[in-house]
């Protein structure tokens, strides 16, 4: 890995960490990922505090630091839009990075409302016949996005699947609100930030397609890193929760986590093997789909 890419995912890890808030799940991924950059632990790679004073210099260029800063964004509204110490993070990370307000502005802009989107708003996609229609079609909208060039671009996946787990929740019954939603995601090994990081680090990082990084940017439910194998994993991943919802709100929430996470399993091996017959669908709907169109739609709830 050479060095700028190590400082790319020094900054990703330490956005992760910024808020103090690690579940042992997420934790053990982050570490994963610092042992392929050749540190002992997430810990060792800044942790949300002070990043090393040669960072700047080791991305090099502008293009480079903008996104290393778009990556820290994505992650750091991950879970919601960034709280205070994440806020402080950013803003931190923006001055050791000698971007200036106007240029950072925008991205900041996007990851608060995507962050922020409201988990009780309508499917983006539009309207579908049944729910099978519903939960493929918001699969091959968070596939689609892994295929997007913006780093901003795998944070839009989080509101898409918890809209997706509120409307299927709704349709029997269930009020279900953001931390709800989320639980369920989690559950399944869904974890917002790492989920996130691994789909902006697979756009901004470069020799990932092979070796221990590689493999690891699969991220957490399986799969393996670039855009077109990124876009099966968050496909797969999307279906079978959307799937695993209907079956659990269906039965009145009556499964307890080892058989929701044993259906998940089946479920999302399912979708890998549906995902080469929807591979050109979800080609077609990442060249026709806008990011900035997408965030506003996900903002307004």
């Known amino acids: 890995m050479d060095a700028r890419d190590r400082a790319l995912l020094e900054i990703g890890i330490a956005a ?10 997420e934790r053990s991924h982050l570490d994963a990922m610092a042992s392929a950059a050749g540190a002992e632990s997430s ?3 800044g942790a949300g505090r002070t990043l090393p ?3 700047a210099t080791r991305l090099g260029t502008p293009e480079a630091k903008q996104a290393a800063y778009d990556l820290a964004v994505a992650v750091c509204n991950a879970d919601g839009s960034a709280n205070e110490a994440e806020t402080r993070f950013l ?4 001055g050791t990075l000698g971007l200036s307000e106007a240029r950072a502005a925008d991205a900041a802009r996007a990851g608060a409302a995507l962050g922020g989107s409201a988990v009780t708003g309508a499917p983006a996609a539009g309207t579908a016949a049944s729910t099978d229609d519903l939960i493929l079609q918001q ?3 968070a596939g689609a996005l892994e295929l997007l060039p913006q780093a901003l671009a795998s944070l839009a996946v989080i509101p898409v699947q918890l809209r997706l787990v509120y409307q299927i929740g709704k349709q029997h019954g269930q009020q279900l609100d953001a931390a709800q939603a989320k639980d369920l995601l989690a559950t399944f090994g869904i974890g917002a930030a790492t989920q996130v990081l691994d789909g902006a680090a697979r756009r901004v990082l ?3 397609a092979s070796g221990v990084l590689g493999r690891l940017l699969g991220g957490l439910v399986g799969g393996v890193a670039g855009s077109a194998a990124g876009a099966g994993t968050v496909f797969a991943a999307t279906y079978a929760l959307g799937h695993a919802a209907e079956q659990y ?3 009145g929430r009556k ?3 080892a058989d929701l996470q044993a259906l998940f399993a089946k479920l999302r091996d399912q979708a890998q093997t549906l995902y080469p017959k929807v591979q050109a669908q979800i080609q077609e709907r990442a060249r026709t789909l806008d990011l900035r169109q997408l965030t506003a739609s996900l903002s307004r709830g």
């Not at 992760?16 to 799940?25: K, N, V």
């Not at 803003?91 to 923006?94: A, F, G």
Request: aromatic share 4%.
């Open 43 to 45: 810990a060792a790679l």
């Open 16 to 25: 992760a960490l910024a808020d103090g808030m690690c579940d042992e799940r």
């Open 53 to 55: 004073a040669d960072i």
């Open 255 to 257: 499964l307890d986590t």
């Open 206 to 208: 470069s020799g990932v």
């Open 249 to 251: 709100y269906r039965q």
């Open 91 to 94: 803003t931190s990370l923006r």
């Open 139 to 141: 699969a091959v909208l």
